[in-house]
Structure formats: structure tokens, C-alpha cells
């Protein structure tokens, strides 16, 4: 099991105030952890997880996580409020939505030592005067210094005043459900500290505030599902192998210190171990990508996943570099394969296909008249040393 | 009866939009005008009263007024939001006042063609949702555009986010009463046009706007309690008569344009004509003291408190300038009589009170031991020509 100066120090990015926390962790009552989760139909990543990573360290150690579902601040999304016209989610669609997000929590957390609320089971009866009760208590030049509203508010672009209650609500939350510990990432600070304040305010102990760093993608870029550069925790382990293994080198020991329990020392001499060839990048790949697979998927599937990757790629030599070729559409294999001068001649792809030498994903291709589509990332491969990513859209 | 012109020009300082208030006028249809009042325990005055008296003449074309008591943005007052010990209005407490401030108003406007509306019919009901709905039509920027919020905002002020939630509240009354026009002094604009723009949005005919001028006390300054300048709607006859007498020459015209009918072109006149010696501004005075008593407590209040005042004051042509002598603790009569210049010694003073000539606002003076107290302002006067005004705490 991990000591508390780990836990409170690996993978984390601040924690408000630390003196607390190791009071509380070591008082040996069962603490409430909190966390809000938003109730829109999202597929988590791993870079999302981490808060949750850290909270299952604590759950091992007996305390419960207490889940928010945020049903009421996911009304405030619409930057402008104006837009009669976006339909509001119905309570079925939130239901649903939050059972998805649960499916995907709980390969993290565990589910016997959780508890779900909703935001709702409060908000659902505050009236007017509870409401001017709490916006009361904070003021305009505080929540301007929040810099995703402030740059707003500077830039004159549409800030409603309705979102300058997401903080608040949130913060009301903890009133609500009682926190000893309040989880997020570095970007929840203002709204987790919002929390501490209104719980000081209205007199009770306040919560103390663990931040997890935002991680960067496989590629070394913002983490975001338009790069194609995340892990999402439902992927099949087949595809969470492939993608850790397609993770660039700089990005390795990011990746190791939030979701490994290496040493921290192996893992800060990584980058230096890699540079002078001590160490075989792909397998520190392998290892991080299995370790990561058997806490989100169990043992079985990690080694599943290993396995078949070993089989499909790396028994055949497949490099962990090779020429990238944008598809936009679908294309012609015999084509394709002069294009990406993989063959020299249409008359030299044919005899290639003749002979059972080319694989698209790993599968033969026998026809002349294969179509090529754009899905996707997919290894066009001739013989055992000729390959192309194809970069579909 | 007063023409439209005359209706929407004199004591007016804006009309938005006056061709729609004139279309409206025309129609021949009884027109809603909204007011709002705040139910807080205080005295209004003239200058308050000078929206009343536009509605007034409204009312005398067969319009209905309709008062808004602000039972709920009262709640908004505290500037911090954060006072736990400032005590809440009672129910009690907030009828009580609202039937002080109807018992002021009625005075000025026609109950009769009164609708009396509390904020708390719609905002008793109104849950979290309604709020979020009211709320999210409104922008930060907007709100810090109003002078009176960024000047906090920038001087880094406590400006709590509940206080940007009074415009709107006044806003959605308009939706809640419909009005056509809504009237206002001009420092309620920026209110008054969130009315007109939340009617807008939410697909009503937005209300038009009257702004009528804030005037100036009867000394020149602002008008204030704390000056003392002011004409207090539940003042005694004689009172306010005393009061509008000791009006600056400059301020004629500005009470006669807003509180009178006589001839605009006349009241422009005035300060020429004063100036020239061609009327005499006792007698502009008078006039208009007579005017406004007669508006505000009918006919026969006025001309008996007109009568009063010529009896108390003018038989004795007291002047209506003369020395001001400020008194700040009781004070022996005849110490009183030398300090002041009245009595060049002593002896004199005490042989003054022995004849019988000195008088305290009007009341002989029979003991050389009379102690004058510092209370309010005070004729002190001997014989028929010489006269101190005591000015008392």
C-alpha cells in the first residue's frame, strides 16, 4: 500500500491545505470525498481519471467518495443563456447520461465505497430566497478574478450572469454533502476554493482541496478528442494497447507518474535512461500500457491485450516509426499502393497482391478492386520491413 | 387639462420611445403605468413625488397606475450580502411600511385608479429554474456598464452578485404586470430599460419609458434628509409652507416647472424677471407654497396654512433674510441677546425682556433665566425689526 506522503504527493498538483489532510488522514474516521461529475454524455480518458486514480488510492485506505452529479450546473452551460432554441436536456437524457459517466467511474473507483448524490436532491426545492442567500455571499470583482470569466469579461464577449453561479452552485454542494476533501483539476481550483470559503462562511470546518495535474495527449499536445490523442476508458484493451504503445517518448514518464506505481526515482530518470539506450522505450510502452489496461479492464484483459499485440505487431517487426499518408478517400489498393510508393508500378502492386504480401491491418488483401477507406488509423503493410500509417479523417 | 405635449415635455427629462407613448396616448385605451416602491420605512418628499405627479395627470386621462411594492428587491439592500446580523424585514414589518409609503402616495396619485401589486406574488413561487431562466438573459458586461455598479466594480468594491440581480427583478415585475409605460426618476434608467429589454426578449411589447428629473433641495444642494432641504409629503401645512418660503431664489423655477401649471414660458421668465425686480420672489413663493399644499392636503389646508404664515410672519415683516446663528446647547436668554448682537450689553437684554420685546418663535420671553434649547430652527426677535434665525442641532 502506498504511504501517505506518496499519495499526497505523486500526481498531485496542490493540496490546500496539506496539514489538514494529514490530520484528517491520520484521525483513522473514514473521510468524504468529493467530486463533481457533469451529467453531459461524455467519454471519459484517462486524463479525466487521474482525480479519480488518486481517489481509489484514498478508498483503499477505507474513506468513501462521494459523486455530485451535477444536474443543476449542467443547466448553465450555454455560454450565452439566450439560445431559446437548444433543446434542455430532459430528466431521461440526464439519467442516461449519468449512468453512462457511472460505467465509466466505476472501472476506476469503487463502486461499494461510493456514494451517489444529485444536485437535484437540494436544488430541486430552493427557492428565491435560499438562492439570494447564497449569491449574496460573493462578489463581482471575486468571481472576475476567476481568469476563464475575467478574459471573457475583458475580451466583451457574452458572459451571462447566470454563469457566474456555476462556482456558487458547486461551492453549495459541499454545503449539501459535507466534504473533508474536495478533488479536481488544476482548472477547479477557483470553483473548489468557492466551496472552502462558503463552508468557512456559513460555519462549518471547510474542505480541503486536492488537485491533480491536467495531462497532456499520447502526442505530447493538449489531451482533446479532436486531436485523436487520449485514452478513453471504455476503448477496447486491444485499443488502449495500441494507443499507449503509439504514446511519444516525452510523454512516457507523464503518463508513469500518474498511472503507475513505479518509483518515482525510476520514473524521473526515465527520459535520461531512454536518451542513452539503457532502456527500450517500447517496453517501458508495454509495461505502462498493460499496467494501465489490468486497472481499468482487470489482469485477463491486460494480458489479453499484450498478447495480441505482440502477435499482430511486434512479431512482425512492425517499427514504431514509419511513413504517415493522409487517406481522404476511399482508394483503390493497387493505386494506394504506387501512391505511397510501396510499389513502384501498378504492375509491381498486382504481382504484390498476387503473392499474398499485402495487409491492411494486419488482414491479406487478395483483390485488385480493394477499396481503401478513410477510417481511421490503419497500417498498410508490404512483406515484413514496408509500411504506411494511413491517416484517415 | 394639460395637452400630451404638455404631458410628455414639462418635468420630463426623457421619453423612450415618445412616438410609441403618443400612438399609445391615441389609441383611447386605458394604459397600464408601472411603478416600483421600495417598502422600506421612509418619508417621501416632493422631489420623490415628482413621478407621482406625472402619473397623476395620466390618471386624470383615465389611466391606471400600478405600484409595485419591492418587497423582494428590498431583500437586495445590504451591500456586503454577508451582514448575519442585520435582521430581515419582517411580514409584518414590510406591510407595515408599504401601507407609511401608500399613506404618501395616495396623497399625490388617485387610489381609486391605483392597481397595488407585491413583488412577492411572482417571486414567492419563483424555484431555482425560474431564476436560472431570469438570470441567464442578462450579461456581466451589461451589468457593469451600469455607472453605478462599475464605479464599485473598478474602486474594487464589495459589490456582491445578488446586487446585479436588482435590475433584473425589477425587469421581470414588467413581466408579471405588463405595463405600458413605466415611469422612474432619471437615475432609474438603466432598470427601467432591463424591463424593457427582458419584455422584448421573452416576445412582449416591451413598456415604454418616462423619466422624470431628480430636482434639487430647497436650498441649492442635492435633496437629502441630511441637508434638511427637502419637502417631506406627511409635513404639517405650516410646515411645509415654512419650508418652500425659505426656498433659494434659484430654485423657484425648477419647483414651479415640475410642481405647478403656470405657463412654462412664464416659469422660463422668472430668474430675468427676479433679477429686474418685476415680481417679487415672496410672492413667487407663496404662490407656489399654496399650489403644492393644495395638491398635496386640498384647498382649505392651503389657504389656512397661507393665512398662517401671514399672520406669524409677514404682519411682522419678517424678513425673509436675516443673520443665521448656529446654537449647539442650551443657552441662557440673556447671554443669548448679547452674543448674538441683539442686546449690546446685558443690562440692555434684561430690559428688553422686562418691555416685553423679545420674543422665541413668535412667544414672548417673560424670565431673564429662560435656558434656549438647540432644537431645530428658531426665530429669536426683538421688537418688530431685528431677527437671529438659531440654527439648533
Redesign the interface.
Known amino acids: 500500500m502506498l504511504t501517505i506522503d506518496e499519495i499526497l504527493s505523486r500526481g498531485v498538483s496542490e493540496v490546500i491545505v496539506e496539514a489538514n489532510v494529514r490530520r484528517k488522514l491520520n484521525a483513522g474516521k473514514p473521510l468524504r470525498l468529493k467530486l463533481g461529475i457533469d451529467p453531459t454524455r461524455s467519454d471519459i480518458h484517462i486524463g479525466h481519471a487521474v482525480a479519480l486514480r488518486k481517489m481509489r488510492q484514498f478508498q483503499e485506505l477505507g474513506h468513501t467518495v462521494v459523486l455530485i452529479v451535477g444536474d ?1 450546473t449542467a ?2 452551460g ?1 455560454p450565452t ?2 439560445d431559446e432554441s437548444r433543446p434542455r436536456l430532459t430528466v431521461e437524457e440526464t439519467k442516461s447520461n449519468a449512468k453512462y459517466y457511472m460505467d465509466q467511474v466505476f472501472k476506476v473507483i469503487d463502486p461499494a465505497k461510493t456514494e451517489v448524490r444529485w444536485q437535484s436532491e437540494w ?2 426545492q ?4 435560499k ?2 442567500g447564497l ?7 471575486q ?2 478574478a476567476h481568469e476563464t ?1 475575467r478574459k471573457r ?1 475583458e475580451a ?10 456555476y462556482p ?1 452552485l458547486q461551492a453549495y454542494d459541499s454545503i449539501a454533502i459535507k466534504p473533508d476533501i474536495e478533488f479536481g483539476g488544476t482548472d477547479q481550483k477557483f470553483n473548489i476554493l468557492a466551496g472552502r470559503q462558503l463552508m468557512e ?1 456559513m460555519g462549518m470546518e471547510p474542505q480541503d482541496v486536492i488537485l491533480v495535474p491536467l495531462i497532456i495527449g499520447t502526442d505530447g499536445r493538449k489531451m482533446s478528442k479532436s486531436f485523436n490523442n487520449s485514452v478513453d476508458i471504455l476503448m477496447s484493451p486491444n485499443d488502449k494497447y495500441g494507443k499507449i504503445m503509439s504514446m511519444g517518448d516525452d510523454v512516457l514518464p507523464v503518463y508513469y507518474e500518474v498511472w503507475s506505481d513505479a518509483p518515482l526515482a525510476e520514473v524521473k530518470a526515465m527520459p535520461e535512461a531512454i536518451k542513452t539506450g539503457s532502456v527500450n522505450p517500447r517496453d517501458l510502452k508495454m509495461q505502462l500500457a498493460r499496467d494501465i489496461i489490468r486497472q481499468l479492464d482487470g489482469e485477463a484483459a491486460a494480458a489479453e491485450a499484450e498478447a495480441e499485440f505482440i502477435r499482430v505487431f511486434q512479431q512482425r517487426d512492425l517499427p514504431t516509426d514509419m511513413p504517415e499518408v493522409a487517406l481522404s478517400e476511399a482508394t483503390n489498393i493497387v493505386d494506394l499502393l504506387v501512391s505511397t510508393k510501396l510499389a513502384a508500378s501498378k504492375g509491381e502492386a498486382r504481382r504484390l497482391i498476387d503473392g499474398g504480401g499485402v495487409r491492411l491491418a494486419g488482414e491479406k488483401i487478395g483483390s485488385y478492386d480493394s477499396l481503401i477507406q478513410p477510417i481511421g488509423e490503419q497500417i498498410l503493410q508490404v512483406g515484413r520491413r514496408k509500411f504506411v500509417k494511413l491517416l484517415g479523417n
Chains 1, 2 share one sequence.
Request: aromatic share 18%; hydrophobic share 50%.
Open positions: 443543476w443547466q448553465i450555454d443563456g439566450r436544488f430541486g430552493f427557492d428565491l430566497e438562492a439570494f449569491i449574496g455571499r460573493f462578489t463581482v470583482n468571481m472576475l470569466f469579461y466583451g464577449q457574452q458572459l451571462t450572469v447566470l454563469e457566474l453561479m456558487m462562511q
